[in-house]
């Protein structure tokens, strides 16, 4: 196995209110990891500092072999391997679906229109999106929205995408087809780090579950041991709530 990143020692505070405290995480080629756990425990925090949109207040945060904290590296770079997939779809509600979706792939990556068009529509076929490339975000429902999220997301290449709650928007009818699109995205051997309250997802489609608790990791495991068999009170207390 080899390891995109490496989390140690992680620490992010805000004023007095430490949030995340000694996080460590390793996070390898191809694995689908989730992440679960009680509003306010520091899992929103955790993605935004691995991506850098939080600056951590403490520890090293290994791309590749190389500390992404150390001064003079490159962010802007860095950030272009990181997909980010929000509650909130963050579409550009002035451009239709396709543009979107080749918006990064242009002015980041330095791609053809004609490019990056076609790769916008491949992945917006692999999302079931491809019928809508000229709708505007206002036309679409919040799944079919987020599936175009999805979509943007796969066509920057990212090395991983992190997933914060993508479905908590949606209405419930919504849910499902959101779930699905991610599942066979995780089917390819894309690396996936999901905040999720899907259990029935997590325990699915999971090689690895984190249980985070007032900003520690609590446990860790595979699926069958955290939803199987969780060893921590506070795992047990958290997932009783899901019953
Ligand atoms: P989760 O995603 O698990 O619900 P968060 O990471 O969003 O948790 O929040 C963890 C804690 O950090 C909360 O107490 C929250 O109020 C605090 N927090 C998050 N973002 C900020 C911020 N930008 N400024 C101050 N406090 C924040
Ligand atoms: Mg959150």
């Known amino acids: 196995m080899t390891a995109i990143l490496e989390i140690n020692h992680l620490k992010k505070s805000f004023g007095d209110n430490e949030v995340l405290k000694d996080i460590h995480l390793t996070v ?34 290994i791309y590749k072999g190389e500390n992404v904290l150390e001064k003079g590296f490159d962010i802007p770079q860095y950030r272009t391997h990181l997909g980010m997939v929000f ?18 792939q242009v002015t980041v990556l ?4 004609e490019e990056a068009r076609k790769i916008a529509l491949e992945n917006l076929e692999k999302v079931g ?42 209405d419930p009818e919504m849910v499902g087809e959101v779930l699905q699109t991610m599942q066979g995205l995780a089917e390819t051997g894309l690396t996936m780090v999901i905040v999720t309250h899907e259990m029935e997802f997590a325990r699915d489609v999971s090689d690895r ?9 609590a446990e860790e495991g ?7 068999s969780p060893k921590e009170e506070r795992t047990k207390a958290f997932l009783s709530r899901f019953l």
Not at 46 to 53: C, E, F, G, K
Not at 143 to 154: F, N, S
């Open 28 to 61: 390898n080629t191809g694995e689908v990891i989730s992440i679960i756990g009680s509003s306010g425990s520091g899992k929103s925090t955790m993605l935004r500092s691995i991506n850098l949109l939080e600056k951590p207040s403490g520890g090293e945060i």
């Open 87 to 104: 509650q909130s779809f963050n579409l550009f509600n002035n451009m239709n679906v396709i543009e979107n979706v080749m918006a990064g």
């Open 110 to 113: 330095k791609k053809s229109q």
């Open 129 to 170: 999106m491809a019928r809508f490339a000229n709708a505007k975000p206002a036309q679409l429902s919040g799944g079919q929205k987020q599936r175009v999220a999805i979509a943007r997301a796969i066509s920057m290449n990212p090395d991983v995408i992190l997933f914060d709650e993508p479905t908590s928007a949606l």
């Open 209 to 217: 579950v984190i249980f985070m608790d007032k900003g520690v990791i």
């Open 222 to 228: 595979s699926p069958e041991e955290i939803f199987g």
